[in-house]
Nanobody, 120 residues
Framework: QVQLVESGGGLVQAGGSLRLSCAAS????????MGWFRQPPGKQRELVAIITRGGSTNYADSVKERFTISRDNAKNTVYLQMNSLKPEDTAVYYC??????????????WGKGTLVTVSS
């Protein structure tokens, strides 16, 4: 059993910053790609940023130069530093991880989400 638990969401004014964290626990041998997705009100879930175990990153165009994804492999934790927040960043943010739970077996896990609200 693997759990991903997000933290750090909340209410912030436009132009402000928040830092999200996501810690994975349970039967984990290693974690491959980790990422952050978000679902704005009334819209579909979308990719925000992903990071490989080696540290390569990819970002949605809408967050480039404002958000930074990072990870601590020793702690099985991924972070999302969000700066210059805009009202359109308001969403439930979900953590995702491709977790190696047994040799030769990797599974996709999701956190339950954390709400980020940006007021104008």
């Amino acid at each position: 059993q693997v759990q991903l638990v997000e933290s750090g969401g909340g209410l912030v004014q436009a132009g402000g910053s928040l830092r999200l964290s996501c810690a994975a626990s349970g039967r984990i041998i290693s974690i491959n790609t980790m990422g952050w997705f978000r679902q704005p009100p009334g819209k579909q879930r979308e990719l925000v940023a992903i990071i490989t175990r080696g540290g390569s990153t990819n970002y949605a165009d809408s967050v480039k130069e404002r958000f930074t994804i990072s990870r601590d492999n020793a702690k099985n934790t991924v972070y999302l530093q969000m700066n210059s927040l805009k009202p359109e960043d308001t969403a439930v943010y979900y953590c995702n991880g491709v977790v190696v739970v047994d040799f030769g077996s990797a599974m996709d896990y999701w956190g339950k989400g954390t709400l980020v609200t940006v007021s104008s």
